[in-house]
């Protein structure tokens, strides 16, 4: 049994490869089916051939690239939440505040 079976079968590399090559098709047949189906468009861009595929893929490729400027404006340090620096009680007190919640 060689390394590549013992992979997951979504992450073998022919596998991969396979699903490429298949998606590929799909989409490549879903453009050409355009040529024997009417597209009514009701603005007369949106009838264009190919035009379906081309504003899904500019509308995903906008989509990342909003995301990664929101992750840059969004983004926090990585110890943002770390205790020891943002804690507004001293350590002592934050004991006795814990000590009267148990009811000691």
Partial sequence: MNDENKLHWLVRPS???KLWIG???LLALTVLAQTVIYV???FGFD????FGAVYGFVSCLVMVLVAK???LV????QDYYDESENAQIPDSSHDKVKESSNGV
């Fill in 23 to 25: 998606s590929s098709i």
């Fill in 74 to 77: 969004l983004k926090r340090p």
């Fill in 15 to 17: 596998t991969i490869r």
């Fill in 47 to 50: 009838a264009w051939f190919g």
């Fill in 40 to 42: 009514k468009g009701y």
């Fill in 69 to 71: 400027l929101l992750g």
